[in-house]
């Protein structure tokens, strides 16, 4: 054993010339074993990296057509829902009455809770009384209304919600800013879209403000869609109007504590 120990040795070749490469990981090296690498041990061939292969996502192609809302008819097209609806709240601002009561369903929810800015706070008990009336039996047995200010999107309590022991959070007048995937209890967005005469809108403007006058058009999560209008309006009636976007928010919209930025660079 030690004579061929000493034979292998003998014929080994220098560390100069060692020709060996290591891919990956080296094993540990016990501290009895030579540093140098047995003469019989094979040369492993340097390749040159290959590169990770792309992960491909194949996504369904959605249809051309309107998506049709999950929303039952025996709920919207309910003619004692809307009859409260049309007598007990404002009929320009859509609080999505029928959205709600299906997904306090779904959830099961039997203490559900309202959060509302304060703009909208002297709606919430029509709200609760429309919503006890209509959800299914068992389900809605008791409303809560939590009457802490409500700043912002930010500002979404389902700690109280949870503290209260509240099953479903009902949030008015915001955008999703807080992800309902990160709330201590089942969250429901209500944006709330007010409807306004964009045309009486436009008109004002033009009248104030001659013809090439740059514009940009923002509002909040309520004037959404009369944003996009009006800016199509008054792009026709050459006035170049955009819409600016601080994602994550919608295009055009802002908050208290939010706004796009380097806004004189978009023209």
Same mark, same amino acid.
């Given at each position: ?21 290591? &891919? /990956?990981?080296?094993?540990p090296?016990? !501290?009895?074993?030579? @540093?140098?690498? $047995? *003469?019989?041990?094979? +040369? ?5 990296p290959?590169?990770?292969r792309?992960?491909r ?6 249809? &051309? /057509? ?5 929303? !039952?008819?025996?709920? @919207?097209?309910? $003619? *004692?829902?809307?009859? +409260? ?66 700043y ?34 089942k ?81």
């Amino acid at each position: 054993f030690f004579h061929a120990r000493a034979t292998l040795q003998l014929f080994a070749p220098a560390a100069s010339q060692s020709t060996t490469f290591f &891919a /990956g990981k080296a094993a540990p090296q016990s !501290p009895n074993m030579s @540093s140098e690498a $047995p *003469a019989e041990a094979p +040369a492993v061939a340097a390749t040159a990296p290959t590169k990770p292969r792309r992960r491909r996502v194949i996504r369904k192609k959605r249809s &051309a /057509g309107p998506l049709k809302s999950d929303v !039952p008819d025996s709920i @919207s097209q309910n $003619p *004692a829902l809307l009859n +409260a609806i049309s007598s007990s709240l404002p009929r320009d601002y859509e609080f999505e009455i029928a959205k709600t009561i299906h997904r306090i369903n779904q959830a099961k929810a039997h203490h559900v809770a309202l959060q509302l800015p304060e703009g909208l706070l002297m709606y919430a008990c029509s709200l609760g009384d429309i919503l006890k009336a209509f959800t299914e039996p068992g389900r809605c047995e008791r409303i809560c209304i939590l009457g802490d200010v409500t700043y912002g999107a930010c500002c979404v309590d389902d700690l109280s919600a949870k503290a209260l022991g509240c099953d479903l959070l009902v949030h008015y007048g915001h955008s999703c800013l807080v992800p309902i995937t990160e709330t201590v209890v089942k969250c429901l967005y209500v944006f709330v879209e007010i409807r306004i005469d964009v045309q009486h809108l436009v008109d004002c403007f033009c009248a104030t403000c001659e013809e090439g006058t740059q514009v940009f058009v923002m509002g909040t999560v309520q004037f959404r869609a009369a944003v996009v209008e009006a800016a199509k309006i008054l792009n026709e009636r050459n006035r170049p109007a955009m819409v600016p976007q601080a994602k994550p928010l919608s295009p055009g919209e802002v908050l208290g504590c939010t706004a796009p930025a380097d806004l004189c660079d978009c023209f």
